[in-house]
């Protein structure tokens, strides 16, 4: 199948651009960081499947699919495009490979271990070739050097923004900043 063409067809321009600045970015990362490389960009290209969905779609789309979902997500309807998009990667693409699926699925909110493949993708998201916002260059120039603090980094201004917005933050971005933070205290790099 060409994910590709697909994307681009599910997608506005904007949102297809940026999964392809995505894609790009994840394979960059993976290479850098030993994980496959090829499955690194399938996943950047792929991880947005659902995002132009409306909310109430979604949340009937994981009713019917039995998504499990916890009060939060089922509130914040931008979180929602990552575990119903999974769960239809699945079902409609045919994309059975478990680290591509659970990248996607928590790719908005990260969780305690990620793996180094879901922090890829995870990391990608936030710093592809579109993203214009104060400090994404320190943030890129990080992540060639410690994919951990490029991501701590990420994360506390991913958490910032909620609480600005005064949105609901989601347990699992605190579990995976504190996994972040211990991981990075072992490796005595804070
Ligand atoms: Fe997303
Ligand atoms: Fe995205």
Do not use: W
């Amino acid at each position: 199948m060409n994910y590709i063409s697909l994307m681009e067809e599910k997608l506005d321009r904007e949102l297809f651009e940026h999964c392809l600045g995505t894609a790009k970015a994840a394979a960059e990362l993976a290479e850098r960081y030993g994980v496959d490389s090829e499955k690194a960009y399938l996943a950047g290209i792929v991880h947005d499947y659902a995002k132009s969905l409306s909310g109430q779609k979604l949340l009937e789309l994981a009713d019917r699919l039995q998504v499990p979902l916890d009060p939060i997500t089922r509130q914040q309807h931008k979180l929602l495009h990552a575990p119903v998009g999974a769960v239809l990667l699945e079902k409609e693409l045919g994309i059975s490979d478990p680290d591509i699926l659970k990248a996607v699925a928590f790719h908005t909110t990260g969780h305690d271990g990620m793996s180094t493949f879901e922090k890829v993708l995870y990391l990608a998201d936030y710093i592809e070739e579109n993203r214009q916002f104060e400090g994404v260059e320190e943030i890129r120039k990080a992540a060639k050097s410690d994919l951990d603090l490029a991501l701590l980094t990420a994360v506390d201004r991913a958490i910032q923004s909620i609480l600005d917005r005064y949105l609901m933050l989601h347990p699992n971005s605190v579990a995976f900043r504190n996994s972040l933070l211990k991981k990075l205290a072992d490796e005595n790099k804070l």
